[in-house]
């Protein structure tokens, strides 16, 4: 069979991009060897935030007190929330199916292969297309000083899936995936044990943002560990002996946990996908594209984790618009890689967008900085989430918004009004001047522009 166009994977690159196409005319067709949705849908973005709600009716429960609700027997059942959280999964999983079926898009179940000439083998089958796109996406990293055994050394996918709580855990690395595990299962009872191999914790962040977050997980009574490194794994009997090594002091120390949890990052899909039959380059896990996505190899190109940049499903989504609008239309608005925000989703919440204060400072910026602490928040004090701030960089000469960087309750849906400026190119003082409505978590970012310029009313 002959289609216009073949997507290889389901993620928020994949069928986006099949969607997409389909809405402009194309006969489409996804291959998927597991889940519609992919990873994102399936055992990352979507189920994560399932198990965190969760953590955060716990929190809240037991914390009742001081909202003035009494709550007694309250307990965390892990199973069920886990249980929760798959179904949440299945939920997206089919409105993604639905999705595909609404608009006519093909659903090619099995192993997809890429073979010369502008075809794919799909589980014994050949299909054609004028245009096939790769979105195989990514997987959870092997490190041969943590081999994952599925059972006492996890990554992901059995990180939320375990039916019952352990009593202690050590997750080693603390972008976004291993600081909302650790930041989950302290919360539901495990003592936590966060190693980090960079100065700081949540090493894209600023630095302002990293500090507050480690005085946040400390306070829930986490042991937080930077400039350290887990230099090998002895499981004996149902015990993890991990060894870390502090990389200032240069002497180590071993941990003893019931699991330890592997979040150093990922590796993308590309082994079997018949790239070098096809004659497309890559390099380290990358597949090289242009600006609108196209490998080397006329007819084939390459969305989300296997291309270079953020590795998040928001840029995969935007990358497959790009990429199919400039096939049908021959023309499409580039992506910003350069204005995408990040989230992570642990209490307080993290979202920032553009360049930290260091940066902008090394690129030869001269930078206004504005900041707002949650404390003097009216909206934050009635919720009793005062923890956090709204950070911004301001450049002195033009007053463009360099980056935000934002900690506290809700701030992963407050980040979009600064991408938005941002993308528009309004100054500070543009936004600054928008009407903020009152009480709200989002006035500290009128705040923290006005503190920038000195004129903070509140801060």
Avoid at 368 to 393: I, M, N, P, Q, R
Avoid at 421 to 440: C, D, K, S
Wanted: hydrophobic content about 40%.
């Amino acid at each position: 069979m002959k289609y216009d166009i073949i997507v290889i994977g389901s993620g928020p690159g994949g069928y986006v991009a099949a969607v997409k196409a389909a809405q402009l005319g194309l006969k489409a067709a996804v291959v998927e060897r597991e889940n519609l949705g992919g990873i994102c849908l399936n055992w990352g973005c979507i189920p994560t935030k399932a198990l965190l709600k969760s953590a955060q009716a716990f929190n809240y429960a037991r914390h009742a007190a001081q909202y003035g609700v009494k709550a007694e027997s309250v307990e965390a059942d892990l199973a069920a929330m886990v249980d929760r959280s798959r179904g949440v999964a299945q939920t997206m999983n089919k409105g993604v199916e639905f999705l595909l079926k609404k608009h006519g898009v093909d659903v090619l179940r099995g192993e997809g292969k890429l073979l010369p000439g502008r075809k794919v083998s799909v589980a014994g089958e050949e299909y054609e297309a004028e245009h096939i796109v790769v979105a195989t996406g990514a997987r959870s990293r092997q490190m041969p000083s943590m081999p994952q055994d599925g059972r006492h050394i996890i990554g992901y996918r059995e990180a939320m899936t375990l039916t019952e709580k352990p009593q202690r855990m050590l997750v080693c690395g603390s972008g976004a995936i291993g600081s909302e595990f650790a930041y989950f299962y302290q919360s539901i009872g495990t003592q936590v044990t966060l190693v980090e191999f960079m100065p700081q914790i949540m090493p894209n962040e600023d630095e302002d943002v990293a500090a507050q977050m480690s005085r946040s997980l400390r306070k829930m009574g986490m042991k937080v560990m930077t400039s350290s490194s887990v230099e090998h794994v002895d499981v004996e009997g149902e015990v993890c002996h991990v060894t870390v090594k502090d990389l200032k002091k240069g002497t180590e120390q071993v941990i003893d946990v019931d699991v330890v949890l592997s979040a150093v990052g990922v590796v993308t899909n590309l082994e079997g996908l018949g790239l070098d039959e096809c004659g497309i380059k890559h390099e380290r896990g990358k597949i090289e594209v242009d600006d609108y996505y196209r490998t080397n190899v006329p007819g084939y190109y390459a969305i989300g984790d296997v291309v270079h940049g953020p590795a998040l499903a928001h840029v995969a989504s935007k990358e497959a618009v790009c990429c199919v609008e400039h096939i049908v239309k021959g023309e499409a608005a580039r992506v910003n890689y350069g204005n995408v925000p990040g989230c992570t989703y642990t209490s307080p919440e993290v979202a920032s967008v553009g360049l930290t204060e260091r940066k902008a400072v090394e690129a030869g910026h001269k930078v206004l900085v504005g900041k707002f602490f949650f404390k003097a928040s009216g909206k934050a004090t009635a919720a009793g989430a005062t923890d956090g701030f709204v950070k911004v960089v301001v450049d002195a000469d033009t007053d463009l918004i360099l980056g935000a960087h934002l900690c506290g309750e809700g701030v992963t849906e407050m980040i979009a009004e600064l991408v938005a400026a941002r993308e528009a190119g309004m100054t500070a003082r543009q936004l600054a001047e928008a009407i903020h409505p009152h009480p709200t978590m989002s006035e500290a970012v009128m705040e923290a522009l006005e503190a920038a310029h000195g004129e903070a009313i509140h801060g």
